[in-house]
């Protein structure tokens, strides 16, 4: 977590978050990351199954620790609607992975109502794909 005072206390979870003051000298609010799936193997390859609740990997270069809650818009195929995103970074591929994999988070959705409703329209989008091995962005 972060240690400095600027960092804002989630009234979710009473933890501090990453705020734009501390990642880009920024007011002291959260950073809302936009994330667009534009296709369903775009999803696929984001999505990460492993988690129990559900979880994406966010391509992003921006500064996060293991455990900050990320806020986030996610867009997914063939549906307009922004879904609330709100999880906990899991998982830090650093930028030139040995792996080739692109730098990132893999946020772990929590796991109220929203994180399962959150995880219920992306196994639905991925419909078929869901259960198939392919390149994913983390493992």
């Known amino acids: ?26 007011s002291a609010r959260p950073t809302v990351l936009q ?31 293991l455990g900050d809650e990320l806020y986030g818009l996610l867009t997914l195929p063939q549906d307009a609607n922004g879904h609330p995103l709100i999880g906990h970074v899991a998982w830090i591929t650093p930028a030139n992975s040995p792996t080739g994999r692109p730098q990132g988070l893999g946020v772990r959705f929590t796991g109220d109502a929203r994180g399962a409703m959150l995880k219920k329209l992306i196994e639905a989008a991925l419909g078929p794909l869901l259960g198939t091995t392919g390149n994913h962005y983390t493992v």
């Open 1 to 26: 977590m972060f240690d400095t005072p600027a960092s804002p206390i989630s009234p979710l979870t009473g933890k501090r978050v990453a705020s734009e003051s501390v990642l880009s000298g920024g």
């Open 35 to 65: 994330l667009r799936m534009d296709t369903p193997l775009d999803l696929y390859q984001a999505y990460i199954p492993l988690f129990t609740e559900g979880g994406l990997f966010v391509q992003t270069r921006l500064a996060y620790r």
